[in-house]
C-alpha cells in the first residue's frame, strides 16, 4: 500500500556513506558538481567518474539503482548527445550528403553524456543514502549563518519537516477522496480537458478543507508542546562530524586536486 | 496562603467570538471545579455539551471570557507564564495524524523538550524513557504513518510525557480509534495516572471509559450537571440516558432488574462484579425454587 | 432461498502486487447475500472488510475470481463498471470528509447527477434522501461546512441515498459520534430498511449494534470470510469470536462467565433487554409470559 512506501528516493543502509553527516554530504556533492565542470578533458573527467563509481561502491546499494535514476533523463542526454556530434564544428571526420560530424563534435558529445549522468548519479547518490528529514537538517544548519541576513532558516527548515510529514497522510487522503466521489458515479477518465478539470473539483475542495483543518489542528498541537520558534531551541540529534566525514572530505579534495593537475599536466589529446 | 487546588475553574464561562449583530452563545455557562493532584477524572458529555471547550481552558488554549482558571496557582491569564502552565499541563487531541509534527518517532517525542531548549543529552533520556513508559520503545525509529491509530495516539502520549508535565489532558483520545487502539491508548492512559501518579483528565463520550475513571464530570449544556464517582454518576441510569449518553450495559441491566424489584445492588459497573451480583442471586433463586 | 444480489466466486485481491509491499487482503471469499436482509459486517482493521466492500461496487478489482451484482458479473464489460456504483452505494467512514458543493442541496445532488437524471427527477430524489435522513428543508440551503459533525454526517449518508442503491453498504457510519447520534444514524438506516426493502451492508465494530439490527453477520478474519450466516447463529459462537479478538458486547461476556460456572443461561445474549429476560425466567418470574 502506498503508505508503506518511503517518501523520496530514501534507500536504507548501513554504509559509511550512509553514516556520513548529512552536512558534509551536500557540502561534498557541491564541490563534486564543481569538479565535474571543471574537468576539461576525457582524462580529468574520468577521475570525476571513477570517484563516482567509488561511492557508489561504498554505499553497497544495487547497481541497478544508477539506471533508475538516469532512466527520467534519457532523453536529455540522447538530445545533447546529437545535438553535440550534428552541430559542434570542427574537423569533418564523416561526411554525408549534408551531414557533417567533426571529432570535436563526438569528444563534446562523449564529455557531456559522461558529465550528466556523474552528476545526477552523485545528487541521486545524496538522496538515496539520505533520510529527507536528515537532508532538511543538514541544511538548516549548513544555513544557520543566513539568519544573520533575516534569511528564516528555522522557519524553511519547519516548513519543510511538516510537509514532509505530510505528504503521505495527504496522498492517502485523497485516495481516500477520489474513491468516495467515485462510488457517488464522478467520471474522471472520460471527457475533455476543461471536463477533466471540472471532476477534479469534488476531490479538491474536500482535499483543501482538510489540509485546513490538519493545519489548524496541528497548529494548536504544537502549541500545546511549547512551540515557540527556532529562539532557545535546542536538538536532541547533534551532528558532529567524524574521522570518517574528514576522510570522505580528504578524498574528494584528492579528486578535485587530480582533476587539476590533469587538466594542467595531462595529456593534449581528447581536450575540449 | 490557603491551599489551592492544582486546577481551579471559578465561575468560567466561555463563548466564541461572534459575528456582528449575531448574540454569541455560551458555551460554558458559570462553571466551578477543581482537580487536585493525582486524580483520575473523566468529562462527560455528548457532542456539543462543551466538554471539549472546557478542556480547553485547562491549559489555557482558551481564557474564560468571565470567571477565572489557576494551574498551580498560576492564572491561566498571565500570558508571560503560558509556558510554564503548558508544561505542567500537557493535552492530547481526538486525531492522532495531526499532532505529530516529525517524520520520525523519536524525533516527535523530543518536540516539546527542544522547544523548551532541554539539554540534548537530556533529551535523548527523556525521551526514551517517555517512549518506554507508552510501551513504544521498539518504534522509536519508525515514521507515523508506519503505525495504526493507538500506536499514533501513544505516540502523542509520549510527546507529551516527555515534558514530564504533572497534569495531562485528553479530548476524546479514542473517538477516532478501532477497539483494538481504543483498549490500547486507555490501558496507557491508566498507568500514567495509576504506575507515574500524573493527574489524568479525560474528555469522553464513551461510558466505558469514563467507568474507569476515579470521579466522574457531567458536562451539559455548558453546565456541570453531576460530579461524583462513577458508582454514583451510573447509578442515576435515567438522568444520564436522558442527556443522550450511556451507561455501561451491566449497569442498565441491574437497575432493570431492581426496576423489577429484585434485590441487588444499584452500583455494578464492571463485568466482575456484575457476575458475582448475578451468580448470588441465581443461587438464591435456585434455593428458592 | 431469495434471489442473491451479492454473490462473490472465490474472490482474491492482491495489494502491490510484486513488490516488497505486497499484501493480501481478500483471500478467496464465496458468499452470497440475498436480496433485502441487513448484513452486518464485523472484524478488526486489517481484517480485508474495506478492501471487500470496495469489490462490491467495481472500485477494486478483483485480483482472481468474480463479483455477481445481480446475477451481472460486475467486470464482463469493464467499460460500463460506472453503472454498479448507482446499483451498489457505498458510504465510506468519515463521508463527512468528502462534502464539497455550497449547499447541502447540490451535495446531495451529486450523485443523481451523475446519473444523468432529469433536474425533476434530481429534485425529487433530493427531498427523499433528506427525509430519510432526518435532514429537514431549511438544512437544504445551507452550506454542508457550517453543520455539526453529526448534521454532516447525515448529509453525507443522504448523498448516496439519493442514488436508490439496490444495496446500501455504510462502513462505520456511527464512528466518532456520540451514543445519541449514533442511534439517531442506526435507526434511519433501520427505517430505511424496512420502507424500500433495499439490501443493506454495515461495516461495524460493534457487534451489539450488529446484533439490534442485522439478519445476518459476515465475520472477515485475516482477509477470509470466517463466519457468516444468521445473526443469532455466528453470535452464539462468542468464544471463537473473542479470540478473533473482536469486540463482544459486555454482556455476552457476562453470560459466557455464567454458563461457564455452570449457569443455565442462554447461549447468545447479546442486549441488555435480552439479559433481563434470562435473568427473570431463571428466577422464575416472567418465564410465563416468555413461554
Redesign the interface.
Known sequence: ?L?????GQYFPGDSIIHRLDPRMKLILIIVYIVLLFVADGLFSLLIGAAMGIAFYALSKLPWKLVIKCIKPIMPIIIFTAVLNIFFVEGDPIFEWKFISVSGKGVLTAVLMCIRIICLIAGSSLLTYTT???ALTDGLERLMKPLQKIKVPVHELSMMM??A??FI??LI??TQ??M?????????MESGNIIEKAKAL??IL??LF??AF??AD??A?????????GGE???????LKLTAKDFGAAIFVAGGFAAVILMNMFGPEVFRL | MSKKSFIEANRISFSYPSYEGEIPSLVLDGIDVSIEEGEFVAVLGHNGSGKSTLAKHFNAILVPTEGSVSVSGISTAEEARLFEIRQEVGMVFQNPDNQIVATIIEEDVAFALENLGVPPAEIRERVDDALRKVDMYDYRLHAPNQLSGGQKQRIAIAGIVAMRPKCVVLDEPTAMLDPKGRREVMKTVKQLNKELGITVVIITHYMDEAAMCDRVVVVDDGKIIMDSTPEKVFGNVELIKERGLDVPQVTELCHELRKEGIDIPESVLTEEECVAVLENLLKGGAQNG | MAEAIIRTENLSYVYSEGTPYEHRAVDGVSIEIEKGSFVGLIGHTGSGKSSLIQHLNGLLKPTSGKVFIGGEDLWANPKDIRRFRFKVGLVFQYPEHQLFEETVRKDIAFGPRNMGLSDEEIEARVLEAAKHTGLTEDYLEKSPFELSGGEKRRVAIAGVLAMKPEVLILDEPTAGLDPKGREFILSEIKDYHDKTGATIILVSHSMEDVARFASHVLIMNHAKAAMYGKTREVFSHVEELCEMGLEVPQISRVFAKLREKGYEVPESVLTVDEAKKAVLKLLGKGGEADA
Open positions: 500500500m503508505k508503506d512506501i518511503t517518501f533520510t529527507p528529514i519537516t511538516i514532509l510529514r503521505p497522510t492517502d487522503e481516500k477522496i474513491a468516495a466521489q467515485k462510488a457517488r458515479g464522478a467520471d473539483i469534488p475542495i474536500p478543507v482538510s483543518r490538519r489542528e496541528l494548536l498541537a504544537m502549541e500545546c508542546r511549547c512551540y515557540h532557545g531551541r535546542t536538538r536532541m540529534k547533534q
